[in-house]
């Protein structure tokens, strides 16, 4: 009988700490957010803006801007000065391991790719994740017409020719990322001609 | 033991080597080999734990008289997921790239169990300063455990340790190491290392 | 059918390819602690099972109508106290707050069930169940939700009920598995002359990265897969 009593008044002894924590640990925890809320959100822009410089020679991180193009998320490049330099699109798909996120660097008429930079990928360590590295593939994609789809090839390529040299013992990891250029740039292409024609998208 | 337990320098001295919370207690493994291909995310890890596991364990210890049994754990539960997401939150705000070489194990920290082990063991029994005492040399162990490892999967996965070229060019990179199997295995061996090194010192105290 | 295709590949990515223990680390305790025994370790699997499907399913309730930027119930709640303002409410401050709560209610409450109508298996468990709170694998599977739901821009690639109780159920399968195949090899291993500072979670571990090998043979099934139902 006195553990019954003696259980309900603990209980509610604990109540009022339990309450008191939380509303301490609510109050900390608003606070962190309106602090590193904008900072947070700030980097994650970063993480796409930050690479544009970088994909379209000239653009300004600062000034481009995100849209929607026939459903289409892309960027558009804008550099210091506000002129339209081409833009930075988004791409994803299946790799060898997991899923590959890229952004792709296009001129202003989706001519020519400008850039490639790998966002994420769980590619394997030493062999597949040297899809990331400039010198050995990513520099592979500068310069290359946008029109056709690109192709992997073993050999060294002809700069301009649409061909990317695949990467020694990652073929797989190679071919995903022309497959997830191709099929982004392709559908990137379609939504611009759509809009140059006049057709109204969203 | 009589008294009020163990004192502020023996609980410090007892979280480093002799009661090491990866070799000798077996706890928090998940973030042990999760975060070791690298030195860099072991000490961004151990930074994380060693503030959360400071925080709770002094937050514990001075609400420890108004504590009742019943609902402890759930206290300590609220007050540990809470100092976890300040923590991750400040590594997403401060150091985005570690934040996302991290992952998921930040917030895992919530359930490693150096830290609830602590509270319940240390924390909520004694005074502020032997449970901050406590909650550092833990910490410090804990580094120790990860750095260890971190060292060992760097250097042979990648030839390189914090980035750093050690090995040289021509080394070819174990990369098992770098990926899981590579984490089971280091730490299987290095935990049978310190068994062996552990008996070897029992034996010759004994002798 | 595009979509049952996502969903058998979330299946086979949780069970087998990111196994949850093999991949992603996560349940190493109860690994290393109750894999001694073929039962036993069987036994933790399905319970780990059922208390992560539990919490998942609670997890993405929680998230997909109270935490997530423009989460419903949030977005009504505020519109009773300022009924003009379009802001946008994220609550995910308290994603793990309250996920872990989700756990320790999930776990109480599979102890009751077990208690009043399996009580020879819940004596068996022991200390075993409580300990299912601080299991990794059931926090990590609510995190993967969290990420697929509050983490994804598009609302047409966030994980509906169904995505998130595959990954659940499966992943818990998959750990499942992991913990059996182990405790199978260990009981073996009882027979076998192991040096001393090995014994017990030194051999589990080395045990553990020889599985993690073969586990990586199932790289790129589910890439195949899909290509081959699509």
Request: aromatic fraction near 10%.
């Amino acid at each position: 009988m006195t553990e019954e009593t003696g259980k309900t008044q603990g209980l509610l002894a604990q109540a009022w700490l339990i309450l008191l924590l939380a509303g301490l640990f609510g109050s900390s925890l608003a606070a962190v957010e309106i602090v590193l809320g904008p900072k947070i959100r700030e980097n994650k822009r970063n993480e796409t803006f930050g690479q544009v410089p970088r994909l379209v020679p000239g653009g300004s991180a600062r000034k481009s801007r995100e849209v929607v193009l026939g459903g289409i998320r892309a960027i558009r490049v804008l550099s210091e000065e506000g002129k339209h330099l081409g833009w930075v699109l988004p791409a994803s798909g299946q790799g060898f391991a997991d899923k590959i996120e890229l952004l792709v660097g296009l001129d202003r008429r989706a001519g020519k790719i400008t850039g490639l930079y790998v966002l994420d990928q769980k590619e394997t360590p030493g062999l597949g994740d040297y899809i990331k590295d400039e010198g050995r593939f990513r520099k592979y994609f500068r310069g290359q017409p946008a029109a056709e789809p690109l192709r992997v090839v073993k050999r060294k390529p002809r700069p301009g020719s649409g061909e990317i040299k695949a990467i020694t013992g990652a073929t797989i990891s190679s071919t995903s990322v022309c497959r997830i250029v191709n099929d982004a740039v392709r559908e990137f292409r379609a939504a611009l001609e759509k809009r140059a024609a006049g057709e109204e998208k969203e | 033991m009589a008294g009020s337990g163990p004192t502020a320098l023996e609980r410090f001295i007892n979280g480093i080597i002799p009661e090491n919370p990866v070799y000798r207690q077996l706890l928090g493994m998940c973030p042990t080999l999760a975060v070791t291909n690298g030195m860099k995310p072991a000490l961004t890890m151990a930074g994380a734990t060693a503030f959360v596991l400071i925080c709770a364990n002094v937050i514990t210890s001075l609400i420890r008289n108004a504590l009742k049994p019943h609902l402890r754990i759930l206290v300590f539960t609220l007050t540990i997921a809470t100092f976890v997401t300040i923590a991750d939150r400040f590594l997403q705000a401060f150091m985005p790239a570690m934040s996302k070489v991290l992952g998921p194990y930040v917030p895992l920290i919530i359930v490693n169990c150096i830290i609830i082990a602590r509270c319940e063991v240390c924390a909520s029994k004694q005074a502020v300063g032997t449970a901050l005492a406590d909650a550092l040399g833990c910490a410090i162990g804990f580094a120790l455990g990860l750095s260890s490892i971190a060292t060992v999967r760097e250097i042979l996965g990648t030839g390189c340790w914090m980035g750093m070229r050690i090995l040289p060019e021509g080394w070819d990179n174990w990369g098992i190491m770098v990926l899981p199997p590579g984490a089971f295995l280091t730490l299987g061996l290095l935990l049978g290392l310190a068994e062996w090194f552990g008996a070897a010192r029992k034996k010759a105290g004994r002798s | 059918m595009d979509h049952l295709v996502d969903i058998l590949l979330i299946a086979v990515g949780a069970a087998f390819i990111n196994n949850f223990v093999l991949h992603y680390f996560v349940g190493i305790c109860p690994f290393i602690g109750v894999s001694r025994r073929v039962d036993q370790a069987f036994g933790m699997g399905l319970a780990v099972t059922f208390v992560v499907t539990i919490a998942s399913f609670l997890a993405w309730v929680f998230t997909w109508f109270v935490t997530r930027p423009g989460a419903p119930v949030t977005a009504w709640v505020w519109h009773l106290f300022s009924p003009g303002s379009d802001a946008v409410l994220d609550l995910s401050i308290l994603n793990y707050i309250i996920y872990i709560f989700v756990i320790a209610s999930s776990v109480q409450f599979v102890e009751m069930y077990l208690k009043k109508f399996f009580p020879a298996l819940f004596k068996a468990f022991g200390v075993y169940l409580p300990l299912i709170t601080t299991n990794c694998a059931i926090l990590f599977a609510c995190l993967e939700i969290m990420k697929h739901v509050s983490g994804v821009r598009n609302p047409a690639e966030m994980w509906g009920l169904d995505q998130a109780l595959t990954l659940a159920v499966f992943g818990g399968l998959g750990f499942a598995l992991a913990i059996t195949t182990m405790a199978g090899i260990r009981e073996e291993l009882d027979l076998c002359d192991i040096p001393e500072p090995l014994k017990g979670p030194g051999i589990t571990l080395l045990t553990a990265g020889i599985m993690a090998m073969a586990f990586m043979g199932f790289t790129g099934v589910d890439r195949g897969l899909a290509a081959f139902l699509r």
